[in-house]
Structures are given as structure tokens and as C-alpha cells.
């Protein structure tokens, strides 16, 4: 079979095509043959060398397939079934731990980057009903973060005001399962067009940041001067004290991203006077992600795909999530 690896020291010139043996799954574990991955943020920073992993790691964090073969014991699939990976294996239910974040496919362990994997059934979960292979792979980490800051730590309900910000994966996925829950949206973007793109999909007010760069009084006077309920903050430092500004006191921030910046100076008197939450996320447990799924067949929820490559381009998908030129998430066929 087909697979990327990476050689050390990293970078898209170190991707290489690689003929592998598939392995038989063992007790407990299920085969699958991988029909899509999605890039993730996460990613270009395994193959770019940002993140340090063991020679010729096989990449991409998240995968959905077809199973092809069962190992003794395993009771939750069949050959045949459809299923999505977990970014976390080891994290099944309750709240996050570290033991629990360790193995993450494409990282601390071989990913979805392989026309077939082997792996415990536990790293995986069924699929959603009615989406292609592609369009399942970006709920791993995109869709499951956002569903996470949203639903489990915001516990968002109808009416509340909801700030996304740019238009990569995790944001377009919060807008949908926001405005499913029923709350009032205001989307940020750098680009008119994208933010039509958004008003398209369900956006309630639109805030463009290049023109607007102090789009948090911009989204205190959409509220009254309230601030809004959520924001899922993708930006880390470099826009988080706008964020701050623009939260309602008593608020809740879900920081799920360091697109602007690792580090900076926070008001951190801001935020306390503000009486705001401010939440780490990093995507969530399997048994968050049968949730989400359960919801989106419910609602009848996409996910917004921009682009396709097959397998053997991934280099040319990760130099086009560079250009930071699309809209939605860019998936590979595999």
C-alpha cells in the first residue's frame, strides 16, 4: 500500500511517497482503509518541523474509512462500517488528562496518511450518516474542537451572541453548530468575500478586521455595549486582548488557536473585571465526538470542504493551506 512519510529535520520537500505492508489487526484492534484525511493546523506544524517526531512518521491526524478487517473481541464494527478516528485515542470520556492525550495520530504515533491503518477499535467511532469519507475526516479535530468549546465548556443555548473569528475550519464548524443551537452570530474575516461566504452560511453580522481593526468596539456596539456571550478565539496573543474588550462580563472565551501570536502582553485586569472564563481547548473525547456526530445527522450539517488533493500531493495541499487562501478545510483523497 501507499504512504507519506516524513524525514527528518521536516519540511514539504521531506514528504515522501512509500510503498508499506499492512498489518492484520490484533485483538481489540479493527483494519481500515482510509478514503480521506484533512489538514489541520496541527499538521503543518508535524510536517513543517515545528513539532518534533520520530523519522519517517507517517502523518495527518485524522481519517475516516471503510473496515476491512476485525480482530478478536471487537464488538463495536463490523467489515464494512464506515468510521471516523479519534485525535485523542486514549481520551474516552470525562475531562482531559495528560495520560489521556497521548498518541495522537500523525504525531506521538503513525497517522492517516496510508491507504490503510490498524489501530484499536477504541480510536475510532462510526461516521456520520449521509457525508462522503472527506467530509467526515474534518470533524477529528476541526469539527470536535469546535463542538467542545461551544456545547461542552460555553454551553451555549438560544440567543446568546457568538463570535467567530476567520474562516478556517473550527470557526466555519462553530458558526454552523451555533447557529443550530439557535444563537445569534457575528463573524470576523480579513477578506469581503469571505465574509459573504460566511452571511451565506448563516452569519448574522459581519465584521471585516482589515478595515475594521478595532473590531471589538465594532462588536460591543452590535450589543448594546453588552459584549457578546462566546468568542472562539483562534488568533492566541495577538487578538485576544481585542477579545477580551468584546466579551460580556461574565462571558466565556474558548482559546483554541495561536494564529497571531504564541505569546504576548494580556489585560489581565481586563479580564477579571470582566468576571470571564477563559478556556484552553484542544479538540475533546471520543464520547464528545458521538455527540457531536449524533447532532450534526440531527441538523443536517455539512462541513464546508474548499479544496481536494489525492494522497501523493500532499505537499501542494499544505503549501496551499499556507497561502491561507481558503475557505473551509482541504481534505486529501486517499
Known amino acids: 500500500m501507499r504512504a507519506i512519510r516524513l524525514s527528518k529535520p521536516g519540511g514539504l520537500d521531506n514528504l515522501n511517497a512509500v510503498d508499506i505492508e499492512p498489518r492484520d489487526p490484533a485483538p481489540g484492534e479493527i483494519q481500515v482503509r482510509v478514503e480521506g484525511s484533512?489538514?489541520?493546523?496541527?499538521?503543518?506544524?508535524?510536517?513543517?518541523?515545528?513539532?518534533?517526531?520520530?523519522?519517517?512518521?507517517?502523518?495527518?491526524?485524522?481519517?475516516?474509512?471503510?473496515?476491512?478487517?476485525?480482530?478478536?473481541?471487537?464488538?463495536?464494527?463490523?467489515?464494512?462500517?464506515?468510521?471516523?478516528?479519534?485525535?485523542?485515542?486514549?481520551?474516552?470520556?470525562?475531562?482531559?488528562?495528560?495520560?489521556?492525550?497521548?498518541?495522537?495520530?500523525?504525531?506521538?504515533?503513525?497517522?492517516?496518511?496510508?491507504?490503510?491503518?490498524?489501530m484499536p477499535a477504541s480510536a475510532f467511532t462510526r461516521a456520520p450518516k449521509g457525508l462522503t469519507a472527506a467530509e467526515s475526516s474534518t470533524l477529528t479535530c476541526a469539527g470536535l474542537t469546535a463542538w467542545r468549546g461551544l456545547m461542552v465548556e460555553a454551553q451555549i443555548k438560544p440567543g446568546d451572541v457568538v463570535l467567530t473569528q476567520g474562516t478556517g475550519g473550527v470557526s466555519i464548524f462553530a458558526l454552523q453548530f451555533a447557529k443550530a443551537a439557535g444563537c445569534r452570530v457575528i463573524s470576523t474575516s480579513s477578506s469581503?468575500?469571505?465574509?459573504?461566504?460566511?452571511?451565506?452560511?448563516g452569519a448574522d453580522e459581519l465584521i471585516n478586521y482589515k478595515t475594521t481593526p478595532d473590531w471589538?468596539?465594532?462588536?460591543?456596539?452590535?450589543?448594546?455595549?453588552?459584549?457578546?456571550?462566546?468568542?472562539?478565539?483562534?488568533?492566541?496573543?495577538?487578538?485576544?486582548?481585542?477579545s477580551i474588550n468584546a466579551i460580556r462580563v461574565?462571558?466565556?472565551?474558548?482559546?483554541i488557536g495561536v494564529l497571531a501570536g504564541f505569546a504576548g502582553e494580556i489585560p489581565t485586569a481586563a479580564l477579571f473585571n470582566k468576571n470571564a472564563e477563559l478556556k484552553g481547548i484542544t479538540v475533546g473525547s471520543r464520547e464528545q465526538q458521538v455527540d457531536m456526530i449524533a447532532a450534526m445527522e440531527a441538523n443536517d450539517i455539512k462541513p464546508v470542504i474548499d479544496s481536494h488533493f489525492p494522497l501523493e500531493e500532499i505537499a501542494d495541499a499544505f503549501r496551499h493551506q499556507e497561502s491561507q487562501k481558503h475557505f473551509g478545510k482541504i481534505c486529501l483523497d486517499v
Not at 461574565?250 to 482559546?255: A, D, V, Y
Request: hydrophobic fraction near 40%; charged fraction near 20%; glycine fraction near 16%.
Open 250 to 255: 461574565g462571558g466565556h472565551i474558548s482559546l
Open 38 to 118: 484533512s489538514l489541520n493546523f496541527h499538521d503543518y506544524a508535524v510536517v513543517a518541523g515545528m513539532l518534533p517526531v520520530d523519522d519517517g512518521r507517517i502523518p495527518m491526524s485524522d481519517g475516516a474509512g471503510t473496515v476491512t478487517a476485525v480482530g478478536e473481541g471487537v464488538r463495536d464494527f463490523a467489515e464494512g462500517d464506515a468510521v471516523l478516528s479519534c485525535f485523542f485515542p486514549n481520551w474516552q470520556d470525562g475531562g482531559p488528562a495528560l495520560q489521556k492525550q497521548i498518541g495522537v495520530p500523525g504525531d506521538h504515533a503513525d497517522g492517516f496518511a496510508a491507504q490503510t491503518v490498524t
Open 216 to 242: 471589538a468596539s465594532e462588536a460591543l456596539k452590535l450589543t448594546d455595549g453588552l459584549g457578546v456571550d462566546v468568542i472562539v478565539e483562534i488568533g492566541g496573543a495577538g487578538t485576544l486582548p481585542q
Open 192 to 201: 469581503d468575500e469571505k465574509l459573504e461566504k460566511l452571511k451565506a452560511l
